[in-house]
Every structure is written in C-alpha cells, then in structure tokens.
C-alpha cells in the first residue's frame, strides 16, 4: 500500500506517501457510509487534509449481496493539500463479492484488498455473478491480499453481549472501522464517544460495537508481524491556523443561508419537497428555527417555491431547495418571482439527468436549465460552488445579491459536493459584510400636483425596485405576472413599454456587482487555461498543479458566478492560445463562453455519473504540448478505472 | 390573525383607479361590489388586506381592489397565500381563484390548502367554463357540454367544489352567487371562521356559458329551488308568498336526505332537520345534495373551525426554541472540532 496516490504528479520522487485513498465497499445494508463517516472524522482529527466520495445506491435496501446493491465511501487523505477524492485506491475494504467485484477494477496495481471471507459463500458469489471464487482462481494476483473471515471475527468479539449472529453481523463495520483505525494510528476515543452517544439508550449495543472495535484494531497489531498489513502514520498537513470541522456541502448550504439571512436581517422562510440530493437542506435546516427560519415542506416543488415568493413578498427571504428535475417544475415560478422582482434563492444540487436520471450521482447538466431554461426573456443571476466548504460563502452571496437586487438568484451545487465532506476552517460570521435589506415604508414618488405617491417599480441604481412588505400603512399596490408599467406597475402591453421593463430587467441583472475573475493557479496569460466551475474544482486544481510542476505553461480558472459572467473574464481568457472546459455534462459551459466571449473554447466532457479523475485531466492538458513523453496526442479516453464495470449497472 | 383593530372605510376606499376590464355583464362586477361593500361593515384595514389570485378572469380581481394584491400564476395561488400567511400571520388574506384555476390546474393546491388550515378566505368563482382563453369546458362543465374542445358535448363528470372542499378536510364551505343579496352575509360568515373558509360563488359567464345557473339563480321561482340554510334553524323552503311548504328531512332508512311536505308550518313534525353548522356528516350529504330533485343548498353550509396551520408553525417555533442558543458563531462552530495551532504541522513539500 506505500504506493503514492495518484494525486501527486508522476515524477515526483517515491517516498513515504503523503496521501493515501482508502475505499470501504459492502453492501448498502453494511453500515458503509456510516464507518467512512467516523473514518473521516479521525482523520479530521489526525490534521490531515482530506476529501471524501460516497457513491451509494438509488435503492434504500437493495437485495443483499447484489451488484447493483453495493454501497461504497472513499477517502483521500494526506499530509498535504488534498483537492479530490482520489483516483484510485490505495486500500479496499470489500465486505463481500458484490463490492470486491464492483470496485476490484479501480484498485491500483499493488494496492491493499481486504476481504472479509466470511461473506464468501456459494450463494453471495452467485449474487456476484462469480463462477469462481476470486479467492482460489489467481485472479487477485497483481494486488496485495489480506483475505479472512471478519464475520465470524465480529461474532466472537460480540459474544459477551448475548446478540443473535444477525444482530452481532451488524457490528462488521465496526470490526472493519478499528482496523482501519489501527492501519492509520488513530485513536479510538473519539468513536467510542460517538458511539456511546448514538445507542445511549441501548448501552449492550454500545458496547458490542466498542468491542468490535477494539477486536479490530487489535487484529492490526497482532496481523502486522507476518503478511502485507504495515502500520503508517499520516503527520498532520501544514494548514492555517484556527478552529476546524468537518462539513459537507448541504451543512455548508444550510448554514450559509441562515448566514446570509442574518447579514440581511431578515428572517428565513424555507419551502421544499423531498428530492435526492437536496433533501439533506431540509433537514438540516428544520433544526434551526431558533435562527429565525420556518422550514414549510410543500404539497410539491411548485407549491414549494410560490410558497417561498408569498413568504419573500410578505417580508422573508424567500428560499427553496431541489434537484433537476424539480427545479424543472419550479421554473415557472421562477418567470414570477424575475416578473414581480422578488428576492428568491434556488438552491439546485444537481444530479443526473434528464428525467429521474441518477438520482444519487452527480453531474453538471442543469446549467443550460439555469441560466436559459425559462419562458420568455427571463434573466436571473446564477452562483455556482465549488466544494462542500465553498458552498458556505457561495450561499450568502446568493442571498446578497437576492436582496440587494430583487431577483430570483440559483445556487448551484450538486450530488457530490452535497454529500462529500472536507475540512472547514470555522468562519468568524462578523468577517462578512451585512447587507441589510430596506423595506419602503412611506411613499417614494411625487405626483406632477406636488402630492405623494407610490411607484412600486421605481428603480434605484442597482436596477432593484423597492421592497414593500403589506401591512405597511398606505402603500397598499398590486403586482403579478402580467407585464408591468413602467415605474407604477399597472398592468400593459404597449410594445414601448415591453421593450423598456424587458430591457430593465436583463440589465438589472448583467450590471451586478460580481468580483473580478481571478486565477486560481498559474499565470494570467500563457498556452493552456483550464475554465471550470462548481465540483471540478478539486480534479481541475491538482492536475493543473502536477502538470504545472511537470513544467507545462497552464493555468487554472475556477468561475463562481456563472450569471452574470465577471466583466473580466473574457479579456482574461483571450490571453490565453487555449480554452480548455472540463465539464461533467456534454459542454454547457463552453457554450456559455463561446456565446459571450467568442472565444474558442473546447470541451472536455463526461457523463458517467463520476467525478472527473485527476488523470483524465492531465491526459486532456498534455495534448496541448507535443514535448510530453507517452503523450502521442488523439483523443483524451475517459479512465476506464473510474467506470464501473457493466455488470454493476444491472 | 386574531382580533384585529376595526377601522372606518367607505366603499370607494376599496376601489382602485383602475379600469376593470370584465365583459359588461359579468358576474364578476356583482362580486367584486359585494365584497367591497363587505369590507367596510366588517372594519377592515386595506393596509392590512391582501387579496391573492390565480390565471383566469376572476384572478383579475385583486387589480380592482385597494388593498395589497398578488396576482400570481395558473393555480398556485394557494401555495403562494401559505407563504405569505407563515411569514406574516396579522395579514387578513383573501383568495380569489376559479373552477379551472382551484380545481383543475391547482386543485393539488387547493387541496392542501384546506387539509392544512391555513387562514383565509377562499373565493372560488364557479362559471362551469374556461372564460379567458374563450370557452373551453372546465372541470365543473356539466356533462354534454358543448365547446370549442368539446364539440360534441363534453362527457367527463363535473367535480363539485364543496364536496372537494369538505372531503379535502374544509373546515368552513359555503355556497352562494353573484347577484345574491346573500352574499355579503356569506363572505362575513367566512371572515370569522378562523382557518381555511371556502367559498364556492356560482358566477354567469355571459360570453361563454350564459345563465347556465338560471335553474337555480333566477329570481322567478327561486323560493322553490334555493334552500338558504341558517344555523339553528329548520332547512325549509318555497315561494315565501304561499309560505315554505318544504322541508328537507332525514331518510333514516337509506341515511339519505329527501325533500317532505310541511303542513301549516308544522316543520317538527315532518321530521325536517335544524342546521347545524357543525354537523360534518350532515355537510357531507348537503354539499351531494343534487340539484333537481332537490332544491340548490346556499349559505354556509358546514363551519366548524380547529386550529390553523400558522398556529402550528408558531407553537411548533416555540418549542424550537426554548432555551436554544441562537448565536450563529457558535452553530458554525458545532460538532466535533480541531484546533490547528500557529506553530504546529509539517512544511508542504
């Protein structure tokens, strides 16, 4: 297992590792998210960079032992700066055939394979479509192999608590979890913690499990003097100074937006509809109706984003969380909330598509739905965050332009970031500047006879119109979708009248306030750039960076506000010879880019379901330099490795 | 909202500046004077008085009201008016929907807006047609009817707006129509019911389904085909100049109602019911009642309120609350942490 992950660049030397990837696989009833959870948490605790990828079914509870039942967590971790989850492992957990089959193909050669053989049965392989045990036919050569009945381990280790074997089975990834404890040199506190909290009320299971646990580990001591199993201590990575956790991105989303709802001073009104993956906001946020939030879970996602605009019009900041295809049935809406200039934040945590698609995997396809997919001329301001930590900040700038410039505003995310977790460094809320909203209480027109009056749709010099809460005595007005006179807001039609509310509310939102564009890595002119935005940031970053130290003139932009563009961004790119556009869609982005810059930029596509592999990318990179040895240029292939093989598709 | 403060306005106070634009004749015009001539007698704030409304011609109506208005989109307006009430409950909120806004396209809404007791009143205007996009059939289209989609005559059964009503959870369902002197008294009954008041109010549609409620709604011989129920009093009817000579009674045997014959005002005695607005099971038959054989049943049919929706979410909130820590720095900082000092960690490589 002391090969380098594959993060660090080819011809680094081979030295200790400074990053290892470890996947633990099993069926989706094996508790497997849970103990890459807790893995992740002791590595947090450790002070090692990380990130993190579960990759789970669609299935609550998919038949045992199946392919497509397999439920699997990956993690990279290291003693330096780590942007992904890691191409390939160095380490696999495979509680049965189903996950050694699925995630064998990943596996670097030379890697660590841990097998729990007491899963090895005739019917599991069957279930596995094995004709032959992988244990007995060589076929598990080129791996390191560390092969033994952790079952019956747990059982043993559990009998003191009198549990059937079904319940005592339970507790395997505990067993499972203390190994890998011990393979790391973590210590077993902090769990033992968690898991005294989590069955306080149950304390035979607490305990079963701290006991499997503890068997675990205590195998690591005792295998360690004979066959592959080495201990490797990780030393913490040089990081700023100050308070840490663990988030992932729908903490990160929740808690920006009760952030940002407090930098505008307003409370928070939050209507959804149950969806995979944006669920999580929902829930996170329903525990926080100390912070001024109302969480209204809606009859469906149309009620639950005109449910939101009622709550914006009447005061609140409005907000409403789903995925593609329920942000498809919000988009109506979305033409009121752009017509009777409302502040409004979607939050859209993309996943596959089009239809139901893949409901747990992640992908970048809704930003053609995000920045055109309305009725009409229908301008509204797009955000886009990059991982789990940037999803907080990315959250209070879509409240802050919600509300400083009446609009609708998406925020987008997606499957991955929504479920992946990194390190967070805990930020100081007073370090973000308030924009606390206005609400017009008294009449903000004169009549051409000197009297007071009001104009609902009188702009300020952001474009925005006044924000008029009912109630207020005396500005009682009438807004609604049917097209709005200029300043008064009755209803017309005239065609000079279209022509100038049309204009006013594509140039309100093109003359947003966004930051200049800056370069995340490497120059601000040169060969290569490669433009990404939202999860590619990771992938993006680290192949950038190891082709940078390969000696390759390239750069790396990573585009937060995806609508409006930065005003920089095209003169940017234009220093560039090359565009290059990762995306996990077919290239909507580049179409973005192209359309407003005229610039040639080329994509770089994917739609397996899987984020972009480090490798992958410095492949596509390399093919712009012809001094690169083994690149013969052609197309960039897709990483097999990061494929499942077909037959976990079933 | 709760006891509000009754303020002094007139009529006109209630009318906008702005041209209405309903065909001359509607029905619409007889409504939107009952209900701004409502407002006044019940002490009404503008200010304090949203109306809320759909797609469709009755949807115009909040423009024509002076008072806050949203005119939102096909059918969501309840959802809308659910938000506008959990973030300001004070608000008094007023729907104004129609038979193919309420009960086609937003009849999900609408469902959910009665099962979960959000206060408000609930206007649903009942022409049987789709009016502004020229005539269409629309749910409550009576079988056979003829329109430019259904040239033939349409044969999908009408949905009735207050058996929907009272079977989506309603706690308040009322019946009345646009040129009824009633009205006005409906619209007071649903002001005071505290939670979701539905109000269903046959309309004519002079254009498109002209004096298709004439069965009922014309004044000749409307003794005899409108049973206005009051509560506690017996349901009778009939040409008021001969006296009410009919009644409406239980069928105990098939637990159904039928119309009885009163003798010399004799209603006890043949077995004629006495409204109870609360009788859930008595609503149940009223809002099935089939007009022909029976005569149309008006006035408030069913008002029997528990708590609202926003009761909840503010109980709930409460609860939330109590002795809860709201400091947003602390919350970033929850959870298992870790301090990273300034001297401590290795140098990158």
Redesign the interface.
């Known amino acids: 297992m002391a090969t380098l992950a594959a993060e660090t660049p080819n011809n680094a030397a081979a030295a200790a590792p400074d990053a290892v990837v470890v996947r633990f696989a099993g069926d989706s009833g094996d508790g497997m998210q849970l103990t890459g959870g807790q893995f992740t948490l002791s590595t947090a605790l450790a002070g090692n960079d990380l990130a993190t990828f579960p990759d789970f079914p669609a299935e609550i509870r998919a038949p045992q032992g199946t392919l497509f039942g397999v439920s699997a967590f990956q993690i990279n971790f290291g003693s330096r700066e780590i942007n992904t989850a890691g191409d390939a492992p160095d380490v696999l957990v495979a509680m049965n055939p189903a996950a050694l089959k699925v995630n064998l193909p990943s596996l670097k050669p030379g890697g660590l394979v841990i097998i729990d053989t007491g899963e090895f049965t005739k019917r599991n392989l069957d279930k596995a479509k094995y004709d032959v045990s992988p244990l007995d036919d060589g076929s598990l050569a080129k791996w390191d192999v560390l092969a033994f009945d952790i079952s019956a381990l747990t059982i043993e280790a559990v009998k003191p608590f009198g549990l059937g074997n079904k319940d005592a089975l339970r507790s395997k990834n505990m067993w499972t979890l203390g190994l890998a404890l011990w393979m790391f040199d973590r210590p077993r506190g902090p769990i033992e913690d968690w898991l005294k909290a989590k069955f306080k009320t149950k304390p035979d299971i607490a305990n079963a499990n701290i006991a499997a646990l503890n068997a675990g580990h205590a195998y690591g001591e005792t295998a360690e003097l004979s066959g592959p199993l080495k201990q490797l201590h990780m030393p913490p990575i040089h990081t700023a100074p100050g308070l840490y956790r663990t988030i992932t991105g729908a903490e990160a989303i929740s808690l920006g937006l009760v952030a940002g709802a407090q930098l505008a001073g307003l409370k928070m009104f939050f209507g959804g509809y149950p969806i995979t993956p944006a669920s999580a906001i929902l829930h996170h946020l329903a525990r926080l109706k100390e912070f001024g939030v109302t969480t209204f879970q809606a009859e469906d996602e149309i009620a639950a984003i005109c449910a939101a605009i009622g709550a914006s019009y009447a005061g609140q900041l409005g907000i409403t969380s789903s995925s593609g295809p329920g942000i498809a049935l919000k988009t109506e809406a979305m033409g009121l909330a752009i017509m009777t200039e409302l502040p409004l934040v979607i939050v859209n945590s993309q996943r596959g598509g089009p239809s139901t698609g893949l409901p747990t995997k992640t992908e970048q396809s809704d930003l053609y739905q995000a920045v055109y997919g309305r009725n009409g001329d229908a301008p509204m301001p797009v955000v886009s965050c990059n991982s789990p930590g940037d999803a907080f900040e990315c959250a209070i700038e879509a409240c802050r332009i919600a509300v400083q410039y009446m609009t609708p505003v998406m925020l987008l995310t997606d499957g991955y970031i929504a479920n992946a977790a990194e390190p967070w460094m805990v930020p100081d809320p007073d370090s973000f500047a308030p924009f606390p909203a206005k609400f017009l209480t008294e009449k903000n027109a004169l009549n051409a006879d000197g009297s007071e009056t009001l104009l609902p749709y009188k702009r300020d010099a952001k474009g925005a119109r006044p924000w008029i809460k009912p109630g207020t005595p005396g500005l009682m007005h009438r807004i609604g979708g049917i097209e709005k006179q200029v300043d008064t807001g009755h209803i017309d039609y005239a065609p000079d009248n279209h022509q100038a509310m049309t204009d006013a509310r594509v140039n309100k939102v093109l003359d947003i306030a966004v930051p200049d564009q800056e370069v995340a890595l490497g120059g601000t002119s040169g060969k290569l750039v490669v433009v990404g935005w939202g999860s590619t940031y990771g992938p993006i970053r680290r192949a950038v960076d190891n082709s940078r130290r390969k000696g390759l003139d390239v750069s790396h932009i990573h585009v937060r506000h995806i609508w409006p563009l930065p005003k920089n961004l095209g003169p940017l790119l234009r220093g560039f010879e090359n565009v290059l556009v990762p995306e996990m869609n077919t290239g909507q982005f580049k179409t973005v880019l192209r359309d407003q810059f005229l610039v040639d930029a080329t994509p770089l596509t994917k739609t397996s379901g899987q984020p972009f592999a480090i490798t992958e990318l410095e492949a596509a990179i390399g093919k712009y330099f012809d001094n690169i040895e083994g690149n013969e240029g052609g197309d960039v292939a897709v990483n097999e490795t990061q494929l499942p093989s077909p037959e976990a598709e079933v | 909202m709760n006891e509000m403060t009754k303020i002094e306005t007139t009529l006109k106070d209630w009318e ?1 500046d ?1 041209e209405v634009r309903w065909c001359p004749g509607c029905g619409d015009y007889a409504i939107l004077k009952a209900v701004q001539r409502t407002l006044p007698q019940l002490g009404c704030d ?3 008085t ?1 109306f ?1 409304s759909g ?1 469709g011609c009755s949807s115009r109506f ?2 024509y009201m ?8 096909h059918g ?1 307006a ?11 409950p ?2 008094d909120i007023w729907l104004v929907t129609g038979d193919g806004d309420g009960l086609s396209i937003g009849g ?2 609408m ?2 807006v009665l099962r979960r007791n959000v206060n408000m009143q609930i206007m649903l205007f009942n022409n049987e047609i789709y009016g502004l996009t020229k005539g269409q059939a629309s749910p409550t289209s009576r079988e056979g009817t003829k329109s430019p989609s259904t040239p033939l005559g349409s044969y999908d059964h009408p949905a009735r707006p207050c058996a929907f009503a009272l079977g989506a959870g309603a706690r308040f369902v009322a019946r009345g129509f646009d040129v009824s002197k009633n009205l006005p008294d409906v619209l007071k009954a649903a002001h005071a019911h505290q939670g979701a008041a539905f109000i269903e109010i046959f309309q004519n549609c002079i254009v498109y389904n002209k004096d298709v409620f004439d069965d009922f709604a014309a004044p000749k011989g409307a003794g005899d085909r409108q049973l206005w129920l009051e509560q506690g009093q017996p349901m009778l009817f009939g040409d008021p100049k001969t006296g009410l000579d009919k009644g409406i009674a239980l069928d105990t045997e098939a637990l159904a109602l039928k119309v009885v014959d009163v003798v010399d005002g004799d209603w006890q005695s043949a077995g004629v019911l006495v409204h109870d607005v609360t009788n859930r099971a008595v609503a149940h038959m009223l809002v099935e009642m089939p007009f022909g054989p029976f005569p149309m049943a008006l006035g408030v049919l069913y008002d029997d309120p528990r708590p609202t929706f926003e009761e909840g ?1 503010i109980e ?2 409460g609860r ?2 109590a002795g ?3 400091n ?2 602390r ?12 001297s ?6």
Not at chain 2, 66 to 73: A, D, R, S
Not at chain 2, 78 to 88: Q, Y
Not at chain 2, 344 to 349: A, K, N, S, T
């Open positions: 906008t702005q503008p200010s304090n949203v809320i797609i909040p423009y002076e008072t806050y208005g949203f005119h939102t989109i969501r309840p959802a809308v008016a659910t938000g506008v009430k959990l973030a300001n004070d608000l999900n809404h469902m959910h979410v709930e909130r939330s609350v809860k820590d709201v947003l720095a919350l970033l900082a929850k959870g298992q942490t870790w301090t990273v000092e300034a401590e960690g290795h140098p990158v490589d």
